[in-house]
């Protein structure tokens, strides 16, 4: 990865902006400046050089994780902290630093306010994330392999259900041993499953239910490679008999795919969100579609851009997103499609390959 | 659990110092005060009724969950947030909350202050929290069960090591799919398996190193049962040769064990240390123990109280705290031992009853 380029984007902010020091304690972020080892580091940059300060239970760890990379110099933090950041703030003479709004507590704010006299707090708000929105060719080389490992895990799980005998925990269970054993790092959530009744929880918690023929279960699972992760959700069966379900799975998947084939850079994410809005407005279930439409992938399984009604952005190449339309109908069952895509310069490609027949699947 | 008897205590604490309101956003806490479902969910306490607000992804989920519980009511958000919570503000007639300066952000404070107009924001720090530090019954039988469900998955674990053949990452993930085997809910956090000179590093990432015969393997984990964790961590080997090595590790044991005995009410965390230290420091490896003794367990895996130097609580019977020494010797090796400790009337209890004998454990 390159760092120190990010990181010189943040210099050229701060330069911009007439401050001397970036301050963050976000492991996401800390991870996406400097090769780091998701400690609990944190990092100040200056114009001239990048701290990573650790705990001394990370210190031989950092050394080794950051000895190819210039600019950086290691601090172990002693405790209590803060003193070595003001310890810090004395020895690079900086006047001021840029904190994160999002990331730091009201709690940190006011113990620096009190201790850094004569250090003015600069208060600000995705400077790292506006940064992470758009992926270079080794993050989304990342990702893929992040979807690939996905794509793997499920094909196996798909074909080793055994209905009736297994729980949504078990199948839970399955699914993340096959994800680490396909390659994934720590996965960036927890499978979402849920069978029966249950699939009208957008969010369940997989219990001890089992699965069972006739009803619906949804599988929403991701991985991680290199700490960027992948997100697909598939909802499969067998021996679905009731027309409802798959009148409900066939508009969902008619409604994921549309709006896949509609990314492309310079469309706005609200239009599409429109446009799957107004598709089950048409078939008078829009009221049963309660969430987003999707997500932006990377570092964090959830961050830039949101796919929601509330705000909008226009889509650019190398944007990773995901694409997941949901029905949820109270009580009875749910139906959600989701896969990875990529924002390319001439429209899109989706990374999760997974087949999306719900009925071959459950065959 | 008694979830109502808790939020009294957060009322009783209300009416003491004049508060109206409590507001909590942190999962855990929310998860403390009703049965709840660790969505995204937001929890405002008064001194009439409980107000669980969940966003629309979550409103059926939430409704079953908390159908037998009194005093609380549902509302579900609408984005912005803010506005559903200003509007509770103005429905609820409350003049002033509560907020929790630990898990509020910067942003989120100013977004309240700037639009809770007539609203006076009270900071608060540990309510929860020092609730949470002393577990009635029904949380150590969940406590206990996390427990015996490591030792175990650990026993089976340790019996199917195949030395020269698993790498860090193989362990790692048939311990994780053993624990749920065994019944636990999602882990509290991923196992730490680090082996041969990478022992060194007290919270290293496991990786493809294959575990070899002679050398250590520190494997630290933990389950999860009703949201209440467990923690263990064993140092085994097979075949080791190296003196040095086996010295460390009857060392570290034997301090281990003497620190447990010393645990009972009225015993001060900051002796508990001080014992600990002392034992090492005559054996002069004191330098090479770099993090503190241990930490409660519960909702989350690190709670209070903190068992370091830093700071001292007096122990009372309740609680729940890890045991841990570890001597680290940079770029060699590293030996850790931990137990989950209940803290009795009397003395203690070891939750974790996993043996010790780290050659026993190879062979």
Excluded at 85 to 105: D, I, P, S, W
Excluded at 180 to 192: A, D, H
Aim: charge should be positive; proline fraction near 3%.
């Amino acid at each position: 990865m390159n760092y120190e380029f990010r990181r010189k984007k943040i210099i050229k902010k701060l330069k911009r902006k007439g401050i001397d020091s970036f301050l963050t304690r976000e492991q996401v972020n800390v991870h996406y400046l400097c090769p780091s080892f998701k400690g609990e580091s944190v990092i100040l940059v200056t114009k001239d050089i990048t701290f990573l300060l650790v705990d001394s239970r990370y210190t031989q760890q950092a050394k080794f994780e950051i000895a190819d990379e210039k600019g950086i110099e290691l601090v172990e933090m002693r405790k209590p902290f803060l003193k070595s950041l003001l310890k810090l703030f004395a020895k690079t003479g900086v006047k001021n630093t840029a904190f994160e709004v999002e990331h730091t507590t009201y709690d940190f704010f006011e113990t620096l306010k009190k201790n850094c006299r004569g250090i003015k707090l600069e208060p600000t708000k995705g400077w790292v994330e506006n940064l992470r929105i758009i992926k270079d060719d080794e993050e989304v080389k990342n990702i893929r392999r992040a979807c690939n490992i996905i794509d793997r895990a499920m094909t196996t799980l798909i074909k080793n259900i055994k209905w009736g005998k297994m729980s949504e925990l078990d199948l839970a269970n399955e699914l993340e041993y096959g994800l680490k054993k396909e390659g994934s790092e720590q996965l960036p959530f927890y499978p979402i499953i849920a069978s029966g009744s249950r699939t009208s929880f957008p969010h369940a918690h997989s219990t001890n239910e089992l699965l069972r023929e006739g009803e619906l279960v949804i599988i929403d699972c991701g991985a991680s490679c290199q700490g960027y992760g992948s997100d697909l959700t598939r909802t499969i069966g067998k021996n679905i008999m009731d027309a409802k379900k798959k009148e409900t799975y066939n508009l969902v998947l008619k409604v994921q795919e549309t709006a896949i084939k509609n990314v492309k850079p310079g469309v706005k994410t609200s239009d599409l969100c429109k446009l799957v809005r107004e598709m089950f407005w048409e078939k008078d279930v829009a009221q049963f579609f309660i969430h987003g439409l999707g997500h932006g992938v990377g570092l964090n399984i959830h961050e830039a851009p949101s796919l929601s009604s509330h705000g909008s952005v226009n889509l650019k190449e190398g944007m990773v997103i995901t694409i997941e339309p949901g029905i949820y109908i109270p009580n009875k069952y749910g139906v959600r499609i989701e896969d990875t895509v990529l924002v390319t310069s001439k429209g899109y490609e989706v990374l999760t390959g997974l087949y999306k027949n719900c009925w071959q699947a459950s065959s």
